[in-house]
């Protein structure tokens, strides 16, 4: 059975500490990886897609790895900011195509002044 | 601005009575998916859609059904409401092939249902 879980459930932390959200995978044949931002009362904001062929990818302050290997994935947040608190879910595919999703509960930020 | 659109926001249903999630995007995404979120669990896929006309079921079908008339629109329907369907629902879409870094997925704000 496929199945993604996500270490801590929850983190707070004061401004300016680099942080690293972890994300784990029991499906070996995964193609790719996605991480996600969800506001309170909010949709989900993609953030990162990292292909297997990759291994890593940047945006602006965030860098996500993918290590198929291991089942392992990680969301590298550096100089965090109070504005990074949010929810942070990573998905991974759903077996059968068509982008369908399976998603982790998510680690629930909180960085405070 | 360009994205997906949930209608209602909230809404309280009593058991046994139906309703209609609509979703609208206009993005020109050929994938539509209809997802559930609660309390300390990950989103579950309840039916998602490839095309105009298409619907399939994914993780968590029981008790939905849903149709796709247009390609903008994804319709999730309850046919007779449950309290182990209090939810929040999430429409998205996405294009069927990777552009640029990925799939364009885009998510709705979400319709928060609670069923007494």
């Known amino acids: 059975k496929q199945e993604v879980t996500q270490i801590p459930a929850a983190l707070s932390v004061p401004e300016g500490e680099n942080l690293v959200l972890n994300c784990s995978f029991t499906d070996s044949a995964i193609y790719n990886l996605q991480w996600f931002r969800q506001d309170p009362g909010k949709g989900l904001t993609s953030l990162l897609l990292i292909q297997s062929s990759q291994r890593e990818q940047t945006s602006g302050r965030l860098n996500a790895s993918l290590d198929k290997s291991s089942g392992r994935s990680t969301l590298y947040i550096a100089a965090s900011q109070p504005g990074d608190s949010a929810t942070y879910l990573c998905?991974?595919?759903?077996?059968?195509?068509?982008?369908?999703?399976?998603f982790g509960a998510g680690t629930r930020l909180a960085v405070h002044p | 601005n360009a994205g997906v659109t949930q209608t209602p926001k909230f809404r309280v249903l009593k058991t046994g009575q139906s309703m209609t999630l609509l979703c609208a995007q206009d993005?020109?995404?050929?994938?539509m998916y209809w997802y559930r979120q609660d309390p300390g669990m990950g989103l579950r896929l309840i039916h998602y859609s490839v095309g105009e006309g298409t619907t399939a079921k994914g993780e968590v079908p029981d008790g939905y059904n849903v149709s796709r008339l247009k390609k903008q629109n994804f319709l999730l329907g309850l046919e007779s409401a449950a309290p182990s369907q209090t939810s929040v629902y999430f429409c998205a879409s996405s294009y069927s092939t990777f552009r640029g870094s990925n799939y364009g997925y885009t998510f709705g704000s979400g319709t928060r249902l609670t069923v007494v």
């Open positions: 998905a991974g595919p759903l077996s059968g195509g068509y982008n369908k999703l399976i």
């Open positions: 993005m020109n995404h050929e994938y």
